[in-house]
């Protein structure tokens, strides 16, 4: 109607403006007196996206939640809420509640392109909580499940990672190796090749691992992970015995 276009163009406004709780509490009071149709419903899922832009988790999830009671199963932004509040509950530290709402979304909607990043971000919690097998799992289910998916380098480059975290030193570095191989542009292709150069420390292949980081940090100078690979560089000489190189 007339009245919620109105209200709606308004809290639009002080969104492109970034004004975003101003944008979101008049979407509040909207939502809270007008009765659920399309433009409501489009101010339901704005108002989500403005309480996540200001990092307000609970009450994005609670906006959420008021979406899904409103809209119910035929909410056309459905999987899209779903995503944002096991995302905020993600940022409010609330993990568990955050793997379940992301396994709600992955359950009620398999085939959407959000439940490839759910999945993944199951993977990261797992991650994140030092349950490598779990991390592992998820990864390896983006690429099974959604082969086609966007995610999948993401869920490929972060199996490289949960390796090297979990001191597979060898598996990282020949994962992460095959990783840059298969994709043209690869999205990780710094970090990958940092963390090759790590590993091979790690195993302490020193004369290797010194070539790498003075390759990397040629190739990325005033890189923050060059910082660290100058340190590194020192390490790796002490341990080759070149002691006054190291220092």
Not at 6 to 31: F, H, K, P, S
Not at 55 to 74: L, M, N, Q, S, T
Not at 135 to 150: G, I, M, T
Not at 213 to 233: Q, R
Request: with cysteine.
């Amino acid at each position: 109607n007339f009245d919620s276009a109105l209200r709606l163009r308004l809290a639009m406004a002080y969104q492109g403006l970034g004004r975003y709780t101003e944008a979101a509490l008049v979407m509040e009071e909207m939502l809270a007196s007008m009765p659920p149709d399309p433009i409501v419903e489009k101010a339901s899922l704005a108002q989500i996206q403005c309480w996540m832009e200001v990092r307000r988790w609970p009450r994005a999830v609670r906006a959420a939640e008021r979406y899904e009671k409103v809209f119910g199963a035929d909410g056309p932004s459905l999987a899209t809420v779903l995503f944002l509040k096991a995302e905020a509950l993600r940022e409010d530290q609330r993990h568990q509640a955050a793997q379940l709402a992301y396994g709600d979304l992955v359950d009620r909607f398999p085939d959407d392109p959000f439940a490839a990043k759910a999945i993944f971000m199951q993977g990261f919690l797992y991650l994140q909580q030092d349950d490598s097998d779990g991390a592992l799992y998820q990864f390896d289910q983006v690429r099974r499940l959604h082969p086609e998916s966007a995610m999948v380098e993401d869920a490929d480059y972060w199996t490289g990672m949960t390796y090297s975290f979990s001191g597979l030193y060898a598996e990282a570095r020949e994962h992460l190796a095959t990783h840059l191989n298969r994709y043209d542009l690869p999205k990780y292709k710094k970090e990958a090749i940092f963390r090759i150069a790590v590993c091979t420390f790690s195993l302490a292949e020193y004369e290797e691992a010194i070539r790498l980081l003075e390759t990397f940090a040629a190739d990325y100078p005033g890189d923050p992970f060059t910082d660290e690979a100058h340190l590194l560089i020192g390490d790796a000489c002490l341990g080759e015995g070149r002691i006054e190189e190291g220092f």
